[in-house]
T-cell receptor, first 113, second 115 residues
């Protein structure tokens, strides 16, 4: 347990479904992130929230919609996904001081069928 | 265009020997570099980092070397142990005013330490 908890661990959804990924941290961190990891590719930054405000959206399709109700919780709402969206989705948090690095959750393995 | 590159997708090393994982970057604005280790079904965990004002940082069996002129860093693990078998990600960070720092990751190198 790293202090960043992601649920669910695994998710299979159809292309017409709507689902949400949840991330929770109790580390007192101010910044939270969503990353996507596809096989053999670098981790791709999707969204950044700093003090609950979205500061980055790295050209992510609108079928991915983030929500950060407070500095401890982060959601990723999914709708009308494509099979190529199947990947490991990782949440991370940081104190915004890079020497501490990020603390990652264990990820949600998403399969779109 | 990948700003952080790990050109070796895999590396096998005998237990007790040295493991050397390499990473190259292109963005000269990067001023902090980190290595993460990832086991299957877990998120990456922070391993070791180095600031651009240094050329070496050591933590137990792990040492990171930075060559700024070559835009190259490497992670040395000695002696290597079977429990070190994992995917190792190189990451780099640049300061961004008004925003949280962001990490740019490489594609990872699968290290296998053979008993």
């Amino acid at each position: 347990e790293t202090g960043v908890t992601q649920t669910p661990r695994h998710l299979v959804m159809g292309m017409t479904n709507k689902k949400s990924l949840k991330c929770e941290q109790h580390l007192g961190h101010n910044a939270m992130y969503w990353y996507k990891q596809s096989a053999k590719k670098p981790l791709e930054l999707m969204f950044v929230y700093n003090f609950k405000e979205q500061t980055e959206n790295n050209s992510v399709p609108s079928r991915f919609s983030p929500e950060c109700p407070n500095s401890s919780h982060l959601f990723l709402h999914l709708h009308t996904l494509q099979p190529e969206d199947s990947a490991l989705y990782l949440c991370a948090s940081s104190q915004d001081r890079v020497n501490y690095g990020y603390t990652f959750g264990s990820g949600t393995r998403l399969t779109v069928v | 265009d990948q700003q952080v590159k790990q050109n070796s997708p895999s590396l096998s090393v005998q237990e007790g020997r040295i493991s050397i994982l390499n990473c190259d970057y292109t963005n000269s604005m990067f001023d902090y570099f980190l290595w993460y280790k990832k086991y299957p079904a877990e998120g990456p965990t922070f391993l070791i980092s180095i600031s651009s004002i240094k050329d070496k940082n050591e933590d137990g069996r792990f040492t990171v070397f930075l060559n700024k002129s070559a835009k190259h860093l490497s992670l040395h693990i000695v002696p290597s142990q079977p429990g070190d078998s994992a995917v190792y990600f190189c990451a780099a960070s640049a300061f961004s005013s008004g925003s949280a720092r962001q990490l740019t990751f490489g594609s990872g190198t699968q290290l296998t330490v053979l008993p």
